[in-house]
């Protein structure tokens, strides 16, 4: 589609609107970040002012239903058989029994060098929700799906019990296939193991946690810590640490404050007992960091620790924490050992990040119904991974029927909690919000 296709061109047949349409509403969802209400909303504004608008504007259910339609036909389409496939698998969890195990593809000879992926690189290959995943029902997926792209050279994944377990037999049956262990919580394992035993780090985080609850209603609010995860803390500790290094710059910088700030500011002075240990946690993670950007961008070779030892001279030059030398010693051992699974000149993805980006993706996608569990716009991650065409609409409105995608959200899905919940309230709510008030012993 270009800025000169009309919307009106490209017809699909037993559909009202043109394929360049549902190209331009799904675009508004996809990559502009518009709700599925608001992309019927931004139309209808702009709609006046296009050469050929449109008679009428198309309503957000449709948009949702030609989501799913798109989705599921990117999902299921046939993949290219080819023995250089890389898959990156992880599961999504949200409220309620089920998960899914969602599988991201790319041929290694469309692998980019020197950048990280984008969603446009990959190909969305499975999505299997389940009620119970061990290590059995993993590798039973695994078999099913290299049916669709044949046996992968690789698979990244971030190695969770079940995971790990079925990789491990899929490859012990396909000795071609080998395992690779995601960069990004690597780097979190070896820094968890290092700060769980540094009593001051426990130390620091139970007092920003005091903090944050002491600022947050105060003229000094803007200055409160961030919030920490429960989960995967060891994954974001950059935002925890980036507060304490550049707030004790504030508090040490004899900034004037206005009198309302001053009064405030001694809940911050416990930074300064800090300062030195900031400096070396700041070191540890720049260590971290450097390794993750290395692999990212130039994936794993047989020959990259010797680059990433080269990085650490040019950029890290001289360490002064012990703990920093250390992370840096077991991630350039760690890179040497993924890198010898690699076959001379051969390139092979060391990191799984993107899928992590594509499940926060879907959860902004689904907004609010993310908190009540799976939905149907789970296939919305077909539809936003990989390339996608006015060609491609076309051709996945034409070749998928609302029934196939509502009979794969019965099969695959059920119930969905949303569901369960109308089905619940359903004989209560049938009188007004005032009868319920007032008539609640009935």
Not at 50 to 68: D, H, I, K, M, T
Not at 117 to 124: A, R
Not at 307 to 315: A, G, K, N, P, V
Not at 351 to 379: H, P
Request: glycine share 6%.
């Amino acid at each position: 589609m270009t800025a000169d296709t009309p919307l009106n061109e490209i017809k699909i047949r037993h559909h009202s609107y043109s394929a360049t349409t549902i190209f331009l509403m799904l675009q508004l969802v996809l990559n502009a970040a518009v709700s599925l209400r608001g992309s019927s909303r931004v139309l209808t504004i702009v709609n006046p002012v296009l050469g050929e608008p449109l008679a009428r504007v198309p309503c957000w259910f449709s948009v949702r239903g030609w989501l799913l339609r798109v989705g599921y036909y990117k999902l299921m389409r046939t993949k290219t058989i080819a023995d250089d496939w890389c898959w990156i698998m992880d599961h999504t969890i949200q409220l309620g029994k089920t998960k899914c195990l969602l599988i991201l593809g790319i041929r290694l000879s469309e692998l980019p060098k020197g950048r990280s992926l984008h969603y446009q690189d990959l190909e969305p290959i499975d999505l299997l929700p389940v009620e119970t995943s061990t290590g059995e029902v993993v590798w039973k997926q695994l078999e099913k799906i290299a049916a669709k792209t044949g046996v992968p050279r690789a698979i990244v994944s971030d190695s969770g019990s079940d995971l790990k377990s079925g990789i491990a037999q899929f490859c012990e049956k396909h000795d071609s296939c080998v395992s690779l262990y995601d960069i990004k919580h690597k780097t979190a394992c070896l820094i968890k193991a290092g700060l769980t035993q540094d009593g001051d780090w426990q130390a620091f985080i139970k007092q920003a946690g005091q903090t944050k609850k002491q600022l947050q209603q105060t003229a000094l609010s803007h200055l409160k810590p961030p919030n920490q995860r429960s989960k995967a803390r060891y994954m974001n500790i950059e935002i925890l640490l980036r507060w304490g290094i550049e707030t004790l710059k504030i508090v040490a910088s004899g900034k004037v404050f206005n009198e309302a700030e001053q009064q405030q500011l001694p809940k911050l002075e416990w930074l300064k007992n800090y300062q030195g240990k900031l400096q070396e946690w700041g070191e540890v993670l720049q260590v971290a960091t450097l390794t993750e950007l290395a692999v990212r961008q130039d994936s794993m070779t047989r020959e990259g620790y010797l680059t990433l030892e080269r990085q650490f001279q040019e950029q890290q030059p001289e360490l002064k924490y012990a703990s920093a030398i250390k992370l840096k010693s077991n991630l350039i051992d760690f890179v040497k050992t993924q890198g010898e699974m690699c076959k001379e000149n051969e390139r092979l993805l060391g990191s799984s990040e993107i899928i992590e980006s594509v499940f926060g993706k879907q959860k902004y996608l689904e907004r609010d119904y993310a908190k009540e569990g799976f939905t149907s716009l789970i296939l919305g991650i077909g539809a936003f991974v990989g390339t996608l065409t006015v060609a491609d609409v076309k051709e996945a409105l034409v070749s998928t029927p609302v029934k196939t995608v509502l009979k794969w959200c019965k099969d695959e899905l059920g119930e969905t909690l949303q569901s369960k919940k109308n089905i619940a309230y359903s004989d209560v709510r049938k009188g007004t919000k005032t009868d319920l008030i007032y008539n609640c012993a009935n």
